[in-house]
């Protein structure tokens, strides 16, 4: 088992930035790739980004391309997503989540372990 816990959301204007963070207790964490997904009001919850076991793979929502970075810490346990030049339509609740399959996935259902979210609101 795998307890995920995100931080660092928030209120903020337009083009600003926000690093969300989340810490995992439970297994290794380094046995996992992890993924950012984010889901606003009345839509589905939509992929943001991945980072496989050693980093050395990412992947990128069109959305987030150029403007979100995805890292991790293997001995802090922690994976980040670092949002910068936000608009208001990247207005969500942000989840981390963790994936024991090879490889990075887009898919919700691959992920086996899922954090509580975190608000993420940016006004225009």
Known sequence: QVQLVESGGGLVQAGGSLR??????GRPFSRYAMGWFRQAPGKEREFVAAIS????????ADSAKGRFTISRDNAKNTVYLQMNSLKPEDTAVYYCAGNSAVGLSRSPPRYDYWGQGTQVTVSS
């Open 20 to 25: 969300l963070s989340c810490t995992a207790s």
């Open 53 to 60: 076991r050693g980093s050395r793979d990412t992947d990128y």
